[in-house]
Nanobody, 118 residues
Framework: QVRLVESGGGLVQPGGSLRLSCAAS????????MGWYRQAPGKQREVVAL?????????DYVESVKGRFTISRDNAKNTVYLQMNNLEPEDTAVYYC??????????WGQGTQVTVSS
């Protein structure tokens, strides 16, 4: 089993920054993909990851966050980060960490709230 614990959410003003963290524990595969998804108020969780990073460091982003969000990871700590800059009110959502090992199973964290408001 794999457990994911997110942290770093909170309230920030438009234009501000936050850094999310997700620590994975349990049976971690050396080859995996970790990513971040979000669920805006009143909407379902997005089916496409905002950002993903493979165990060898290859990254991918959706267009709406390119240039503003940066995903990174520390394999020694089994932790993935999401640095979010120039936040907009539309970024308000619950952010979920996702882990996918070679088996293709998806594991999810409990989510962390990000609120962008003045």
């Amino acid at each position: 089993q794999v457990r994911l614990v997110e942290s770093g959410g909170g309230l920030v003003q438009p234009g501000g920054s936050l850094r999310l963290s997700c620590a994975a524990s349990g049976s971690i595969s050396s080859i995996n993909v970790m990513g971040w998804y979000r669920q805006a108020p009143g909407k379902q969780r997005e089916v496409v990851a905002l950002a993903q990073i493979t165990s060898d460091g290859t990254t991918d982003y959706v267009e709406s966050v390119k240039g503003r969000f940066t995903i990174s990871r520390d394999n020694a700590k089994n932790t993935v980060y999401l640095q979010m800059n120039n936040l907009e009110p539309e970024d308000t959502a619950v952010y979920y960490c996702n882990y996918v090992p070679r088996t293709g199973n998806h594991y999810w964290g409990q989510g962390t709230q990000v609120t962008v408001s003045s």
